[in-house]
């Protein structure tokens, strides 16, 4: 009996440890969430991040367009982990800390030109990527 005990422990822990390694989602981003998840799946302080960051890159995006924040429409946005601290926008002449950010990748579109916006996870920071 030891040895169904030891084998059946052992069955337990390997299919804990696959179900949590598993990805996270459906979506097609390498184990990310991608998109804005309906409510009752994404937790409250996520979602509200998300309406931050969201919030942030509209901001950012209409000053620089001098357009209403009316006029600009969210096609999507997907939370994501950067390489560094800019963001993985940094220019030349500019020095990053090679620390991995998280935060979000926001697709926005205005007049029929969609832009590529990266924010910090509360929205505080935000790039906007060479078009």
Known sequence: MSNYKSFMVILILVISLL???GPMGSGSGG???TGTAPSDTMPPEAESAA???TAAAKAHLAGEL???EAEIEVVSA???EFSDSCLGLGGAAESCLQVITPGYLIIL???GQEYELHTDEAGTQVRMAEQ
């Open 19 to 21: 179900v949590a390694c």
């Open 31 to 33: 184990g990310l969430a």
């Open 51 to 53: 309406d931050a960051a």
């Open 66 to 68: 001098g357009v209403a």
């Open 78 to 80: 997907e939370a994501t």
């Open 109 to 111: 579109n205005a007049a």
